[in-house]
């Protein structure tokens, strides 16, 4: 099964993945891509977040709204499960906002994200079941502690997830975001 990261511009959606992957073994190598210059640093490697080749070699998949829709006869063909962030409230858009500045708030491309990012546009256009979609609002993902996160995620994906090394991490990359 395929697990689809779906994100809003600078809505943490690397971060996630990073947390994701991080192994006892290669944990040491995420830290120093989270001790790089930017928060840029935390993308693994550059371009588009997904492409053919990372389709067919991932398990773990990551992009925004446009590029999984570019995916979206192979996506619905196949057995997933999403994990949303989601700019759900203005005061999750002011975030994202003052991150990055692609958005102004109170515009069309603005109330766009709200409606891009919701759990219903997953099931219908993959055809998902709402129980293989998890939300995750920018809110909860930009707080201090994610501890409650990192529970629903360990939970919706049946597995562990280190949650003092993923702190590490998310403090890391929170020090850059402020």
């Not at 994906?157 to 998310?170: T, V």
């Amino acid at each position: 099964m395929k697990t689809i990261i779906c994100f809003p511009p600078e809505g943490g959606g690397n971060h996630c993945k990073n947390i994701l992957e991080f192994t006892e073994e290669n944990f040491d190598t995420y830290v120093d891509l989270y001790k790089g210059k930017d928060t840029k640093d935390v993308h693994a490697q550059g371009g588009n977040n997904l492409t053919k080749e990372k389709f067919n070699q991932n398990n773990l998949l990551l992009g925004h709204f446009g590029e999984i829709m570019s995916f979206r006869a192979e996506i619905s063909s196949i057995d997933k499960r999403w994990i949303l962030i989601s700019p759900d409230t203005y005061e999750c858009r002011s975030i994202l906002y003052e991150r990055g500045r692609l958005l102004k708030l109170d515009t069309y491309h603005d109330h766009e994200q709200v409606f891009l990012y919701e759990p219903h546009m997953y099931h219908r256009y993959f055809g998902s079941p709402m129980n293989n979609i998890m939300n995750i609002s920018v809110y909860e993902w930009f707080a201090d502690n994610i501890d409650e996160v990192l529970d629903r995620l360990s939970f919706f994906l049946s597995r562990d997830i280190d949650k003092e090394k993923a702190n590490y991490l998310h403090q890391l990359w929170k020090a850059k975001i402020v």
